[in-house]
């Protein structure tokens, strides 16, 4: 397979302005379609930063594919884990969620301010916004702030109405049918 030149392909001057992106509902694919964002920002030689939240451990599909990346592409993409390796609900929460959490929201908002990547996506962020893992008002803050160029993709379920208001696109993904309705678990590939 021929992969083009990123150079170019990509010309700065037509990411003129960067928007604020949200991906929520109680449907699946959330992280998928920032995924699939983030592969598309990579072929056009942006810089990526993948923040997961609520979100720990090696068993996830898209960890395996971005370390197998070509380094061309390795080099332009950054990932953090900033969960614990296990589902978090609002009757479980420990301090070492909230510890995670906080970490994770540390390093995010460090590159926001300083510009560091083209395209940052808070996977899951929605969630720990929900959760209170990370203060709503300081995300606010921080995202009416962002970089004029700088893309920011937030998913999650529970996207606070804050948020949604200040966000340029918002898509609700709604479950119509979903197999797990039938008793079917996930699977490795398709969920993970």
């Given at each position: 397979m021929h992969i083009p030149d990123n150079n170019k392909l990509y010309n700065?001057?037509?990411?003129?302005?960067?928007?604020?992106?949200?991906?929520?509902?109680?449907?699946?694919?959330?992280?998928?379609?920032s995924l699939g964002l983030a592969m598309r920002a990579l072929g056009r030689g942006w810089s990526v930063l993948i923040v997961?939240?609520?979100?720990?451990?090696?068993?996830?599909?898209?960890?395996?594919?971005?370390?197998?990346?070509?380094p061309d592409f390795k080099d332009k993409v950054k990932i953090?884990?900033?969960?614990?390796?296990?589902?978090?609900?609002?009757?479980?929460?420990?301090?070492?969620?909230?510890?995670q959490a906080q970490l994770g929201w540390k390093i995010a908002k460090r590159a926001i301010k300083n510009d560091e990547y083209q395209l940052i996506i808070l996977d899951e962020a929605n969630i720990a916004l929900d959760l209170n893992l990370?203060?709503?008002?300081?995300?606010?803050?921080?995202?009416?702030?962002?970089?004029?160029?700088?893309?920011i993709v937030l998913t999650?379920?529970?996207?606070?109405?804050e948020i949604i208001e200040i966000a340029d696109l918002v898509s609700e993904i709604k479950p119509i049918k979903h197999y797990w309705d039938?008793?079917?678990?996930?699977?490795k590939g398709i969920e993970f």
């Open positions: 700065p001057e037509f990411l003129q302005h960067g928007y604020i992106q949200i991906y929520t509902g109680n449907g699946k694919g959330k992280t998928t379609a997961m939240f609520t979100k720990g451990g090696n068993d996830y599909g898209e960890l395996i594919s971005f370390a197998s990346l070509s953090i884990q900033a969960g614990l390796d296990r589902i978090v609900y609002s009757s479980n929460i420990s301090e070492e969620d909230k510890k990370i203060e709503l008002s300081d995300m606010l803050d921080v995202l009416k702030n962002k970089p004029d160029d700088m893309e999650g379920r529970n996207a606070k109405p039938k008793g079917i678990k996930a699977r």
